[in-house]
């Protein structure tokens, strides 16, 4: 009885420490990145290009050409270079995101602790006891599980790099493909410094590679354990 009664009242208080622990673990981002890259391209000059349109939408102006600043940062610490004003680049980098909430389930255990009826009885001496309801001496029963709905935000960066001299003329062919994923409960704006850093983490990587790439929350330093 103890312990059922307890499983069913522990419960609540293990799924909030479990959430509680999310916000305060590390920013957990789930790459993956594919790549046929030119070993002459080190050192090659990019210029960012505009991303196909797509079914989420596209971020405004501004907040796109601050996404795109944060992957030209980490690009030249690879060793790229941003095209002088006239020069035709190399590299064309190409970034788009996606930015929504979806729905997540999970299942808490259901426990009843109905009323039982217990007969009228005499002991040995011959004393009467009438019935009564009470609690099941053997405690709640446990019936089952019951889904329970709860909101996470899902934010997704897609970056590209297509080189001109790889393909065909006018007709540039991607060398490098990364897809960064975070899901929780922080906005696209405010993880997408860490999802490009995640995306070029490793540059250009393993092929069809998928990993996760962790940081801690309260520096933004990238944890290699």
Known sequence: MNSLLARARLFPVLLSA?????CAGPLVTQVTSFNQWPT??????????KPPPNRWGAPQEL?????????????????????????QARLLAELSTVSQTQQR??????????????????????????????PSRFGPTYVGDRVVP?????????LRLLDTRSGPPGQPRA?????????GSASLPA????LVRAALDGFPGQNGQVRQVR??????ALIRK
């Open 191 to 194: 993880v997408m410094p860490y």
């Open 63 to 87: 907040e796109q050409a601050t996404y795109e600043r944060y992957a030209q940062l980490e690009l030249e610490k690879l060793g790229l270079r941003p095209a002088a004003a006239g020069e």
């Open 150 to 158: 709860y909101t996470v935000q899902f934010s997704q960066l897609n």
């Open 175 to 183: 060398v490098f493909e990364s897809r960064a994923v975070y899901e």
């Open 215 to 220: 940081f801690d929350r309260e520096t933004g």
């Open 18 to 22: 479990v959430l509680l622990s999310a």
């Open 105 to 134: 389930t999970y299942l808490q255990p259901v426990y009843e602790d109905p009323l039982v009826f217990y007969p009228p009885r005499r002991n040995a001496a011959g004393q009467y006891f009438p019935g009564f309801w009470a």
């Open 40 to 49: 002459e391209a080190a050192g090659s000059s990019f210029s960012f290009i």
